[in-house]
């Protein structure tokens, strides 16, 4: 049975999973309006506003993940699956990188820069994918890694 802190942790990160898959789609749904060109700095605006809301909280998600949640658990459970881990907190370090290198990059950007700005929104749709991509990834392993039957039973 789970302490009260892993309890904690886990509805914590839970919550903190739901906030970001909300965040992203609120971007997905920016990066997706047809905008016409007089509404693009309205455009442009929402996207910096998202953008940074997304940053806080895959922030607070990864931190959670690599500070007493499941990547240590994980470990701890099933050493072998080591390199796995690795490769996912790997994966976290260069999308903290990348989401300040986009916010910077999209706080530059001037509401007339129509292929600049497309650019940019086809960089932050790549790192959405990207990130959709690790969370499978991190998915797959929890369930690995929890529902696994080790047998040696009767």
């Known amino acids: 049975m789970p302490s009260?802190?892993?309890s904690s942790t886990l509805s914590t990160s839970l919550m903190?999973?739901?906030?970001?898959?909300?965040?992203?789609?609120?971007?997905?749904?920016?990066?997706?309006?047809?905008?016409p060109t007089v509404s693009m700095p309205r455009?442009?605006?929402?996207?910096?506003?998202t953008i940074k809301s997304?940053?806080?909280?895959?922030?607070?998600?990864i931190s959670i993940?690599?500070?007493g949640g499941y990547l240590t658990e994980v470990v701890e459970r099933k050493p072998y699956l080591e390199d796995r881990i690795?490769?996912?907190?790997?994966?976290?370090?260069?999308?903290?990188?990348?989401v300040r290198e986009v916010v910077a990059e999209l706080g530059t950007v001037s509401e007339w820069e129509d292929d600049r700005f497309l650019q940019v929104c086809d960089e932050i749709g790549r790192l959405l994918d990207d990130i959709d991509r690790?969370?499978?990834?991190?998915?797959d392993?929890?369930?690995?890694?929890?529902?696994?039957d080790e047998g040696g039973e009767g």
Do not use: N, P, Y
């Open 43 to 49: 455009k442009l605006s929402s996207l910096k506003f």
């Open 134 to 139: 690790h969370d499978s990834a991190e998915i």
């Open 4 to 6: 009260l802190q892993e």
């Open 65 to 67: 993940e690599e500070e």
């Open 54 to 61: 997304f940053q806080r909280h895959l922030e607070r998600v």
């Open 86 to 98: 690795d490769l996912l907190a790997g994966q976290h370090r260069r999308f903290r990188c990348r």
């Open 16 to 35: 903190e999973h739901r906030i970001l898959g909300h965040v992203k789609q609120a971007l997905r749904v920016t990066l997706h309006w047809k905008a």
């Open 141 to 148: 392993l929890l369930q690995e890694t929890l529902l696994m």
